[in-house]
């Protein structure tokens, strides 16, 4: 799991970081106080959760958030405040999760047990197809697979429609 934190207030960061960790030392944890670092990293590495604080000079963790859900739509995020009034901006943000400042180990383990879109282990996975909704393709690090042309994606959507229902036939 690839979980990225971001705070401008350097001791919360700390606090965040080591309460991810405690939580998920298994994990990839990377930390940042820059948004626009953070947003450059989830573009070139992509990621499976982030912990965003709200409350930050400049863009906020929500317009963070946004930008995220455009690089991977299924991104997991977790908002990181001490203010309850930015709940509602949160919950129209369709967020994983919501922690209140300070964060315990014990709140980060309980909201990465109850994600939005689970998260499947990099090793085990090679492609993840959506053919609800739009037809996306994702790699196993959440990123678009993106298709130089159409018409290859057309065909690709067709070979896993076969391969779904030449899967149904057989079991008949």
């Known amino acids: 799991m690839r979980i990225l934190c971001l705070d401008d207030e350097p001791l919360a960061l700390k ?8 939580a998920k030392p298994e994990a990839e944890i990377l930390t940042f106080s820059k ?12 990621c499976d959760v982030a ?5 930050m000079r400049g863009m906020t963790g929500v317009e963070v958030a946004k930008t995220l859900k455009g690089i991977n739509p299924k991104m997991n995020i977790i908002f990181v405040t001490g203010f309850s009034e930015y709940k509602g901006d949160a919950m129209d943000m369709k967020a994983s999760g919501y922690i209140m400042k300070p964060v315990t180990a014990a709140e980060v ?17 090679l492609l993840r197809v959506q053919c609800f909704g739009n037809f996306d393709v994702f790699t196993p690090d959440g990123s678009h697979v993106h298709f130089e042309r159409s018409r290859s994606k057309e065909i690709f959507a067709y070979l896993v ?3 779904i229902c030449g899967r149904d036939k057989r079991r008949m």
Do not use: T, W
């Open 15 to 22: 606090m965040l970081q080591l309460a991810v960790e405690k």
């Open 51 to 55: 912990f965003l604080d709200i409350h």
């Open 35 to 46: 948004q626009r670092e953070l947003i450059a990293e989830a573009e070139s590495g992509g």
């Open 109 to 125: 383990k309980a909201e990465l047990e109850d994600l939005r879109f689970p998260v499947i282990p990099r090793k085990n996975a």
């Open 161 to 163: 429609h076969r391969r």
